[in-house]
Structures are given as structure tokens and as C-alpha cells.
């Protein structure tokens, strides 16, 4: 079974940055997509960021112009940029490969433990 490993998170000041790793035990990142998900207090789990196999990116409104999502295939790692950093970004973020089908995007995998990111005001 994959496992998928997140780390980078920490407590920064609004307006930081963070960089968000994400490493898989086996090759999932170079046969599916990938996606990072979030996690705040009393709400549900939301999809900011995917890459499809082929490359493709999409974001979440709440992060367009701010994160960016990338892997590197012979390293098995995805990650996660993030820029200009808020407080409503203070969430638990977990990786996942993902399929997009019909409209939309589908997690496949089992969840980590997820990085915790903290952003002060």
C-alpha cells in the first residue's frame, strides 16, 4: 500500500511562505495526479490544489495567485508553495493522489497525518 508523507508545515506570519513536501512510498506520483488538501477546525476537507498526470494545474479560489503545486516524478515527492499567506489559510494539509473524472477530482489513496500549517496575524 502507498504511503504518502507530508511535511513542511510550521507556524508563519501572514504574508509568509511555506513549502509543503509530499513523499510517496511508490511511483503514484508519476501515474496519477496529485492533490493537496486542507483541513481547518470545525470544517470540512477541501481540495486547494491538483496536478493531473499530464501536468495540468488547478486551483481553489481562496489560493489562485498565492499557491503553486508541483512534483518532481524521480524524486516521488509533490509539493506545495505557498505565498502571501493568510490566517484563513491555518489548516491541516494532507496530500492524496487524485483521478479526475466527469467534472471532478476523486482522492484514491488512504490519508496521512497531514502537515499542520499555523498562520498569526
Known amino acids: 500500500q502507498v504511503q504518502l508523507v507530508e511535511s513542511g508545515g510550521g507556524l508563519v506570519q501572514a504574508g509568509g511562505s511555506l513549502r509543503l513536501s509530499c513523499a510517496a512510498s511508490?511511483?503514484?506520483?508519476?501515474?496519477?495526479?496529485m492533490g493537496w488538501y486542507r483541513q481547518a477546525p470545525g470544517k470540512q476537507r477541501e481540495l486547494v490544489a491538483a496536478?493531473?498526470?499530464?501536468?495540468?494545474?488547478n486551483y481553489a479560489d481562496s489560493v489562485k495567485g498565492r499557491f503553486t503545486i508541483s512534483r518532481d516524478i524521480p524524486k516521488n515527492t509533490a509539493y506545495l508553495q505557498m505565498n502571501s499567506l493568510k490566517p484563513e489559510d491555518t489548516a491541516v494539509y494532507y496530500c492524496?493522489?487524485?483521478?479526475?473524472?466527469?467534472?471532478?477530482?476523486?482522492?484514491?489513496?488512504?490519508w496521512g497525518r497531514g502537515a499542520q500549517v499555523t498562520v498569526s496575524s
Open positions: 511508490g511511483s503514484i506520483i508519476s501515474i496519477n495526479g
Open positions: 496536478i493531473t498526470s499530464g501536468g495540468n494545474t
Open positions: 492524496n493522489a487524485i483521478e479526475y473524472y466527469s467534472g471532478s477530482y476523486y482522492y484514491l489513496g488512504s
